[in-house]
């Protein structure tokens, strides 16, 4: 925890197929032990957050994935002393081959929706946004750099 400290600041990607079924993992740790979550994983020094949703599915489910857009956050404090915060994306991925990481996962699939909303193995998360209507995306902003006073190696935004 001590690289961390007290703030947390994770990704998840929410990963659709393009028959519409939905990339999830089902995690061997954690409180999400033995539950179906989006794949996810804490921003790395050395990373913008669009770029850690991409490695940390990749890591995960050795899906490759185009980042869609920024579409929430999940922010929560935990036992009154850690910020736990989580950005969502929305990706679409590039193929459909499932390869995931035996030693963090249970295992990972392309789920339908119908099949997520009914199974009591799918996180509160996934039950919530599998009930929204729509999805509204945040976009991403070509790189910019907001002057040299910064240091700034990446700088992006989402609107």
């Given at each position: ?113 119908d099949d997520l909303q009914n199974s009591p193995d799918s996180s509160l998360l996934i039950h919530y946004c599998t009930k929204l209507p ?26």
């Amino acid at each position: 925890m001590a690289k961390r400290e007290n703030v947390w600041l994770a990704v998840a990607g929410i990963v659709i197929s393009e028959d519409g079924r939905w990339l999830v993992v089902k995690k061997r740790y954690g409180g999400l032990k033995g539950k179906w979550s989006f794949p996810a994983g804490f921003v790395e020094k050395n990373e913008t957050v669009d770029e850690a949703v991409k490695r940390e599915i990749m890591e995960e489910t050795g899906i490759e994935v185009k980042v869609e857009g920024l579409i929430g956050v999940r922010s929560g404090v935990i036992m009154e002393k850690i910020s736990d915060n989580m950005l969502l994306f929305l990706c679409t991925p590039h193929h459909t081959n499932v390869v995931f990481q035996e030693s963090e996962l249970y295992d990972a699939a392309f789920i339908t929706l119908d099949d997520l909303q009914n199974s009591p193995d799918s996180s509160l998360l996934i039950h919530y946004c599998t009930k929204l209507p729509n999805l509204h995306l945040l976009k991403e902003t070509p790189p910019m750099n907001p002057g040299n006073i910064f240091n700034y190696s990446a700088y992006k935004l989402f609107f």
